[in-house]
């Protein structure tokens, strides 16, 4: 059983995972499908189930406010749209005999009304901003680092730069929720109490 300490440890290693993988798939010049490219998905998955388990964590550690809940409910938005994307990523990747024949499935789901702003544009940005807030309240209570946001917002850009440093931004994210996985805040994400 994944305890809320192990999630917040867990979580950015599976991205890294993730992040790594994908780095290796690309190393023949063409990322997908076969075996790295679902496995890669699939530990990407498995770290958006975990935030979403660390997001319901800190927001009791905020204190479960409006804004903390508000951010929650965000950051869940955000992650079941990410998730969506890489479930049809993932989807894809088992129909597709080749890279060709997957950016060919890519362009139909895409041109579907909707999908492209709330799976791929707009929508996955709702994690890192739910994410974002939690991580400042839970700073401004003294459980995580005042540089803890700093970390986590560079983590969410980093990416931007190019997707091959994500492995880094799951770095940053690892300092920043130290103090929840090794102890520090334990009493405060189980009970809800401040430092």
Do not use: N
Not at 34 to 39: D, T, V
Not at 130 to 157: E, F, H, S, Y
Not at 187 to 194: C, F, I, N
């Amino acid at each position: 059983m994944i305890t809320s300490r192990t999630a917040f440890l867990a979580a950015p290693a599976l991205m890294g995972a993730y992040g790594l993988i994908r780095i290796l798939d690309g190393l023949d010049g063409s990322r997908g499908p076969g075996p790295a490219w679902s496995l890669g998905h699939l530990c990407f998955l498995g770290a958006l189930v975990l935030f979403v388990r660390g997001l319901a964590d800190m927001r009791t550690a905020a204190g479960r406010g409006g804004l903390s809940t508000t951010a929650l409910w965000t950051g869940t938005a955000g992650a079941v749209a990410l998730g969506a994307q890489f479930v049809i990523d993932l989807v894809v990747g088992f129909l597709s005999a080749d890279r060709g024949a997957m950016d060919e499935l890519f362009v139909r789901i895409q041109d579907v009304p909707g999908v492209l702003p709330v799976v791929y544009d707009f929508g996955p940005l709702l994690f890192f901003v739910g994410q974002l807030v939690l991580v400042c309240q839970l700073a401004q209570r003294r459980i995580l680092k005042p540089w803890a946001p700093v970390l986590v917002l560079m983590a969410a850009t980093v990416p931007l730069a190019g997707k091959d440093l994500i492995p880094v931004g799951a770095l940053l994210l690892l300092v920043a929720f130290a103090p929840l996985y090794r102890g520090v805040a334990a009493l405060e994400v189980k009970t809800g109490a401040t430092a």
